[in-house]
């Protein structure tokens, strides 16, 4: 497994944006796919965003599609979540994660290490 490790998160004006990022261990990391999800309280985790191992391929949530962009750096062990124009509604912990495959998924259960969290708060 990978430790993961996301920063970046804090609390934006509806239509700001934000960088998360996300650190990991594991020397073979690009060998992971990497992704996004969020959950709100009271809610499930959902997709947001993923990205395969060289980053040639990406794939997202119809929800932020046009406004978020995962992009990754394998020399630095770094997976980024570029987010504009936010909403109230992407107001949610973002959780990074690991898939030990090649290829992106927006299957929760493909992946099987995560990092704690980073809240991001979307006011009004």
């Known amino acids: 497994q990978v430790q993961l490790v996301e920063s970046g998160g804090g609390l934006v004006q509806a239509g700001g944006s934000l960088r998360l990022s996300c650190a990991a261990s594991?020397?073979?990391?690009?060998?992971?796919?990497m992704g996004w999800f969020r959950q709100a309280p009271g809610k499930e985790r959902e997709f947001v965003a993923a990205?395969?191992?060289?980053?040639?391929?990406?794939i997202y949530a119809d929800s932020v599609k046009g406004r978020f962009t995962i992009s990754r750096d394998n020399a630095n062990r770094a997976v980024y979540l570029q987010m504009n124009s936010l909403k109230t509604e992407d107001t949610a912990a973002y959780y990074c994660?690991?898939?030990?495959?090649?290829?992106?998924?927006?299957?929760?259960?493909?992946?099987?290490?995560w990092g704690q969290g980073t809240q991001v708060t979307v006011s009004s």
């Open positions: 994660g690991a898939k030990p495959t090649y290829y992106s998924s927006d299957v929760f259960e493909d992946f099987d290490s």
């Open positions: 594991k020397r073979t990391f690009s060998r992971y796919a």
């Open positions: 990205i395969s191992w060289s980053g040639g391929s990406t």
